[in-house]
């Protein structure tokens, strides 16, 4: 080495370290980096301006320019030092004996050449940190809208995304109720979320999704987040209309008081259904099911210590399977478990385009017609698109061939009309219906409020949680 020096240009000097740099820089694997990284990094320069000039980056671009196009970049960059390291401890047998050859390059900048790049290469980084933090910045945007959520795994989140739309919050994003706010939880929720992806690329994601209740992040922390658990709602006059399965769709006004209640600021005390969610009360449940429907204890508290403990008196449980059960403080979830996701069942569908007029409630029977069609299932949309029509059409052809005549615009507009309440509430591609999620929130086609109020659990001074109607709503009036 020492000899090689003395003979050499010098270790360091400018022209052995920019042959070397050189050589280094030739060979497969630092240009493929280069080429990579360029092009990615013009692409994503190219549609942030894109973007901020006013153009709309799709779902399926979004995922181009924030998670596919950074990666490429990324590895571009990591792989240009990569193919110079391996040249350096393998160099090509002409360059072995290069002089200087030492672990790392020597900076020096009193060299105008080795100055200028250093200059350029410093201008370079950062540019290249400048845009990566605003890629980031917009990527994690992009993965917290509603669009990638709902969107990206198309068939595997229609019937969550469908529902959302319709529903009171279809302005919430979906990481507002699933992820909340804070690192921990969008870190969880990621990883969780590249498991999913890999379920989606290999196809063997479960149809239907199961319900993530129990991965749920507490309602305190999502939910709370825009309600006030405390706010007093008072009582709130519920009015529907009801049409029966009659020629004449006779239609029945229907009422109901429900005492929703709250903690009334003044009086200081809670009433009515939310009363279970005030702070003076924390009640604590054990279920002995997954889907949380067979409650065997319930634990009242109150602030004063006093507590009351309510065990099934029908169904005997004992200490053991009670230990091994999860103990639950209820919060919002436990009875607004589908405040978004809600399915309509099709008499319930059916009673709302009636009332707006959407179909005519002149058609002989349309509502049992309806009814019928709608709770049938079929293989998937299209079949079910036909079907609707070709039953509709053949009933009033075959039955009322008057009114199939007389009132053809009527007819149409009714198929189309059930048609589209099929594809807002079925969605077979994911074997999805209103039966597959059951909503807690009444008593009607699940056990909801009735887990609990049943008259059967019972504390140990024979007290149950009451089942009487009015503790909850008044009784449904029917106008005729
Ligand atoms: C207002 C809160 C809220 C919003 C907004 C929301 N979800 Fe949900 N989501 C829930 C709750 C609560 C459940 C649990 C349902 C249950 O336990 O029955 C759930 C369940 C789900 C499930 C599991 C399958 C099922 O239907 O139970 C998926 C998938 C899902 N949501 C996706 C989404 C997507 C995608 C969006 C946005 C387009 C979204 N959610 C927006 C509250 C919300
Ligand atoms: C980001 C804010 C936000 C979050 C988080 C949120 N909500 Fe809402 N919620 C709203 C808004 C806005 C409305 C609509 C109010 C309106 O239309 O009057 C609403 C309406 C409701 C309603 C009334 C629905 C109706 O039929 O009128 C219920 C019940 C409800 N939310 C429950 C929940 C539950 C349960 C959660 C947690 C799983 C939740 N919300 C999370 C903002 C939110
Ligand atoms: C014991 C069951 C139960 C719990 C727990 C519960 N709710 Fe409710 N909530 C109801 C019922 C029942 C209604 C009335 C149903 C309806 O409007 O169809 C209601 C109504 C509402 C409404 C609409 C009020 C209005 O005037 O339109 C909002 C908003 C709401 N709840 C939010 C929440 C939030 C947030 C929590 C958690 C802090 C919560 N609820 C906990 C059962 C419950
Ligand atoms: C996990 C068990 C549980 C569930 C589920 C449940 N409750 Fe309750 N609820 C209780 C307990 C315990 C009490 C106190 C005992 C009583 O008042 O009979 C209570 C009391 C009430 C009260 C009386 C509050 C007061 O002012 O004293 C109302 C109203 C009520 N519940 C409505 C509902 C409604 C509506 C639902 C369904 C949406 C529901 N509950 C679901 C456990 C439950
Ligand atoms: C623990 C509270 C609670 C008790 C007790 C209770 N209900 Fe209800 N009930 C509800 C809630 C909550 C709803 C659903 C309201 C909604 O969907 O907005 C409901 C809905 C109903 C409906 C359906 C209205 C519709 O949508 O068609 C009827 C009918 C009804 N209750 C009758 C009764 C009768 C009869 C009793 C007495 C045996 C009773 N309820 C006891 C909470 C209760």
């Not at 671009?61 to 792989?79: D, E, K, N, Q």
């Not at 069609?373 to 008057?402: K, M, N, V, W």
């Amino acid at each position: 080495m020492a000899a090689q020096q003395a003979n050499g240009p010098g270790p360091g000097s400018a022209v052995a370290e920019r042959r070397r740099i050189s050589w280094l820089i030739h060979n497969p694997v630092t240009y493929a980096g280069a080429i990579l990284a360029a092009s990615s990094f013009i692409i994503i320069v190219f549609l942030l301006l894109f973007e901020l000039v006013g153009g709309k980056v799709t779902t399926y671009l979004g995922v181009l320019v924030f998670v596919l196009m950074p990666t490429t970049f990324v590895v571009g960059l990591i792989l240009i030092p990569v193919g110079m390291i391996w040249t350096r401890q393998h160099p090509p047998a002409a360059e072995a004996v290069l002089p200087g050859m030492r672990p790392f390059p020597v900076l020096d900048l009193n060299d105008p050449i080795q100055q200028r790049g250093f200059i350029l290469w410093s201008a370079a980084t950062l540019v290249f940190v400048g845009v990566l933090a605003g890629v980031s910045y917009r990527a994690y945007n992009f993965m917290d809208s509603t669009e990638f959520c709902g969107a990206v795994c198309h068939t595997v989140m229609k019937p969550e995304y469908v529902t959302y739309q319709h529903s009171p919050h279809a302005r919430v994003t979906c990481t507002a109720c699933h992820i909340g706010p804070g690192a921990d939880w969008f870190v969880r929720a990621k990883i969780s979320g590249t498991r999913q992806v890999f379920a989606v690329a290999t196809n063997s994601y479960p149809r239907p999704i199961p319900v993530p209740i129990s991965d749920l992040r507490p309602a305190r922390e999502t939910c709370e987040t825009c309600h006030w658990p405390e706010k007093f709602y008072g009582e709130k006059l519920r009015q529907w209309t009801t049409y029966q399965l009659d020629e004449k769709n006779t239609p029945q006004q229907k009422s109901m008081v429900l005492k929703v209640g709250g903690t009334e600021a003044q009086l200081g005390y809670a009433t009515g259904i939310h009363w279970h969610v005030s702070a003076d009360n924390k009640i604590t449940y054990a279920a002995l099911d997954k889907d949380r429907q067979n409650i065997a204890w319930v634990r009242l508290e109150k602030p004063s210590g006093e507590a009351v403990e309510f065990t099934r008196s029908d169904v005997p449980v004992t200490s053991d399977v009670l230990a091994k059960a999860e103990k639950r403080t209820m919060d919002c979830m436990d009875c607004h478990n589908r405040p978004t996701h809600h399915i309509i069942p099709p008499g319930t569908a059916l009673d709302a385009s009636l009332t707006a007029k959407r179909i005519d409630p002149s058609l002989p029977f349309v509502k049992k017609k309806g009814q019928e069609l709608l709770s049938l299932t079929y293989p998937d949309e299209a079949s079910a698109t036909r079907a609707i029509e070709q039953g509709l059409t053949s009933f009033y052809q075959t039955t009322y061939p008057d009114v199939y005549a007389a009132k053809q615009g009527a007819i149409k507009a009714a198929i189309a009309e059930m048609q589209q309440i099929y594809r807002d509430n079925d969605f077979p591609e994911m074997k999805v219906d209103y039966l597959t999620y059951g909503d807690n929130i009444g008593h009607q086609s699940t056990p909801g409020c009735f887990r609990c109020h049943d008259n059967k659990h019972v504390s140990p001074d024979g007290q149950a949680i009451r089942q009487d109607c009015d503790i909850c709503h008044t009784p449904v009036t029917v106008k005729q």
